[in-house]
């Protein structure tokens, strides 16, 4: 399978922590993603890295993807209640016909 | 903001029905996706459609098929439904595959009985 993988596969921390979850993959990719997904819900994109790209940042978050490692990390700061989701790692991988394959996600429990 | 509606929250069937799951997005992406997602499996990809009356297999078509008549709207059909079909169903579509994020609708909770 050529399914990414997150670690931890839970993380629990108190409320203004920073959070980093990782993500490995196995072959060449186009770009990874990052989504998240609220209890019984659909899934959110929250941010997409391209091969050629080290970091990125959108508001708390922060993604950052070593391709010689084929590993990504996302880093939530100052984590809210809120922030309380799990959270996939998703990657494009070349020759994959541009289509997504996801992790089984990472839960992540902000403790007010 | 682009919106992609699935039909039900929630549904329950007989083992044997002949189920439809419709999804419509309102967006005008080409690009359309069906995935299952089970604890412990994370989400797999069971048909995809890039254009209005193409579809092809993911990873699990196995007991599935698809119908994509117009662009803003793509269907999951489960044959001759099963126990082991009981799983939370997301439908996507996106702009342009592999360059943009994918859009998810809210999901559909089905259990077969």
């Known amino acids: 399978s050529q399914q990414g993988e997150e670690d931890p596969q839970a993380l629990s921390i108190q409320e203004g922590e920073n959070a980093t979850m990782n993500c490995s993959y196995k072959t060449s990719i186009n770009n990874l993603q990052w989504y998240r997904q609220n209890s019984g819900r659909g899934l959110v994109h929250l941010i997409l890295i391209r091969s050629n790209e080290r970091e990125k940042h959108s508001g708390r978050l922060r993604v950052t993807l070593d391709t010689s490692k084929k590993s990504s990390s996302l880093l939530i700061t100052a984590s809210r209640a809120a922030d309380t989701a799990s959270y996939f790692c998703a990657t494009d991988y070349t020759g994959a016909n541009s289509k997504l394959t996801f992790g089984k996600g990472i839960t992540l429990s902000v403790r007010p | ?113």
Request: proline residues 3%; aromatic residues 12%.
């Open chain 2, 1 to 113: 903001d682009v919106k992609v509606t699935q039909s039900s929250r929630y549904l329950v069937k007989r083992t044997g029905e002949k189920v439809f799951l419709e999804c419509v997005q309102d967006m005008d992406h080409e690009n359309m996706f069906w995935y299952r997602q089970d604890p412990g499996l994370g989400l797999r990809l069971i048909y995809f459609s890039y254009d209005v009356k193409m579809k092809e297999k993911g990873d699990i078509p196995e007991g599935y098929s698809v119908s994509r008549e117009k662009k803003e709207r793509f269907s999951l059909i489960l044959e001759s439904a099963s126990t082991n079909q009981t799983s939370m169903y997301l439908c996507a579509s996106s702009l342009l595959p592999g360059s943009s994020g994918y859009t998810f609708g809210s999901g559909t909770r089905l259990t077969v009985v």
